[in-house]
């Protein structure tokens, strides 16, 4: 099993301390569905920094021993159970807050079980993972180089032992998993092939978004008792696109973006009313009314763009907590012949996204952040290298 305290790197930022506010109750809103718990400490971290796993040579950093080349998502239940997923296909759990993990599904070594079509696994990308219960997992991917009925998602109701699919024949690909306040799941398919389950999989009903526009994020924030107002945001052609529903989903409306926003890849909403988007460019818009006007927070990063990367590097995740501290992320564009090197793939802001502090940087990509709340932020992604490997990035402050 692979430890944390075994790493070959482990980074102390200089930024300061930042404190968290305690318990945040429901009336102030929820992170991304999940309120903060009481929060612990984990070892060896000081306040401000950075623990990455990153061994870089054979037998990989991350599970049992194996290389993996990235991980793609990764969700908490608490401070300390997670799961994360990767590419090869993988699902991983954690019973310490990220310092050590062990395998729960890996290809064909330790495959799915339950799972009917797990002869796929070697040719299946998992791109996204949530959590809907205490031990309810959902995985999602397609099965390379995708098309009709390509796209995968696999429901473990008893945690990770044994596996379902859902929507089988039905997705192209499963860009994203996304879970609600209100328990709703929701497969984010790209254009006109999302569905939503009210009842954990039992039944689906296909997404009606109300335009053709190709969809990757969305989220419910909670802070409405009903759960009923979200935002989801893809493109509609080339341009960005935010559509708003205040009725838990059913209908969406197109709000107003400023002129020549490119395509958006990440949403997040602390709550009803105020949330951040962000995609190509690394351009970021935030509003405090709800979508009706939006002012620009770009992240700098974003605006590397070269003939081979015609959208700048890839905004790929973003995070907001209610006192202005924030996190961007980013992955490396790929030249045709292996990863290029920039210097930052994790930005930090104290501001709501007004200024921005590299807190990442080298020869990685940053895939997926999660925190539940003020005190541990999580961050999975890859190190591109001769032997590409693995990253487990974990922030614990006070």
């Known amino acids: 099993m692979w430890k944390l305290?075994?790493?070959?790197?482990?980074?102390?930022?200089?930024v300061p301390p930042i404190y968290c506010r305690g318990e945040v109750s429901a009336k102030e809103g929820q992170w991304q569905g999940s309120l903060s718990r009481n929060l612990v400490?984990?070892?060896?971290?000081?306040?401000?920094?950075?623990?990455?796993?990153?061994s870089g040579g054979t037998g990989g950093s991350f599970g049992q021993g194996e290389i993996h080349k990235n991980l793609?998502?990764?969700?908490?239940?608490?401070?300390?159970?997670?799961?994360?997923?990767?590419?090869?296909?993988?699902?991983?759990?954690?019973?310490?807050?990220?310092?050590?993990?062990t395998t729960l599904a890996y290809g064909d070594k330790k495959p799915f079980a339950g799972w009917e079509r797990a002869n796929l696994m070697k040719g299946v990308s998992w791109t996204s993972l949530s959590l809907s219960g205490q031990n309810e997992i959902w995985v999602g991917g397609y099965e390379y180089p995708g098309g009709q009925g390509k796209g995968v998602l696999l429901h473990s109701a008893d945690a990770g032992r044994t596996w379902r699919e859902e929507l089988t024949g039905k997705l192209s690909i499963c860009l994203r998993i996304k879970t609600t306040p209100v328990g709703d799941v929701w497969a984010l398919a790209g254009s006109q092939q999302s569905y939503r389950s009210s009842d954990a999989g039992k039944?689906?009903?296909?997404?009606?978004?109300?335009?053709?526009?190709?969809?990757?994020?969305?989220?419910?924030?909670?802070?409405?008792p009903s759960g009923r107002t979200g935002y989801a945001v893809g493109r509609k052609g080339e341009k960005g696109c935010v559509l708003k529903t205040e009725d838990g989903g059913i209908h969406w409306t197109s709000m107003p973006l400023p002129e020549h926003t490119p395509a958006l890849k990440r949403c997040f909403f602390i709550s009803s009313l105020e949330g951040w988007v962000g995609g190509d460019g690394g351009i970021l818009l935030y509003t405090g009314d709800g979508g009706i006007t939006w002012e620009r927070r770009d992240v700098p990063a974003g605006g590397i763009v070269k003939p081979w990367c015609p959208n700048g590097q890839p905004l790929t995740d973003i995070l907001f907590f209610q006192d202005g501290n924030g996190w961007a992320s980013f992955?490396?564009?790929?030249?045709?012949?292996?990863?290029?090197?920039?210097?930052?793939?994790?930005?930090?802001?104290?501001?709501?996204?007004?200024?921005?502090?590299?807190?990442?940087?080298?020869?990685?990509?940053?895939?997926?952040?999660?925190?539940?709340?003020?005190?541990?932020?999580?961050?999975?992604?890859?190190?591109?290298?001769?032997?590409?490997?693995?990253?487990?990035?974990?922030r614990i402050w006070k």
């Open 5 to 14: 305290t075994d790493i070959s790197l482990a980074i102390l930022l200089t």
């Open 41 to 54: 400490d984990l070892p060896p971290a000081s306040s401000g920094s950075w623990l990455i796993g990153d």
């Open 72 to 101: 793609w998502d990764v969700c908490f239940r608490d401070d300390k159970i997670g799961y994360a997923t990767g590419n090869p296909p993988a699902v991983y759990r954690t019973e310490d807050g990220g310092l050590t993990w």
């Open 203 to 224: 039944t689906w009903e296909k997404v009606n978004w109300g335009v053709s526009a190709w969809i990757d994020d969305l989220v419910l924030p909670g802070d409405v």
């Open 331 to 394: 992955a490396q564009p790929f030249d045709g012949i292996g990863k290029l090197l920039f210097s930052h793939a994790l930005f930090h802001t104290r501001d709501g996204g007004k200024t921005w502090y590299p807190e990442i940087s080298g020869r990685k990509s940053i895939s997926a952040l999660w925190s539940n709340g003020p005190g541990h932020l999580w961050a999975v992604g890859g190190v591109a290298d001769v032997i590409y490997n693995d990253i487990v990035a974990i």
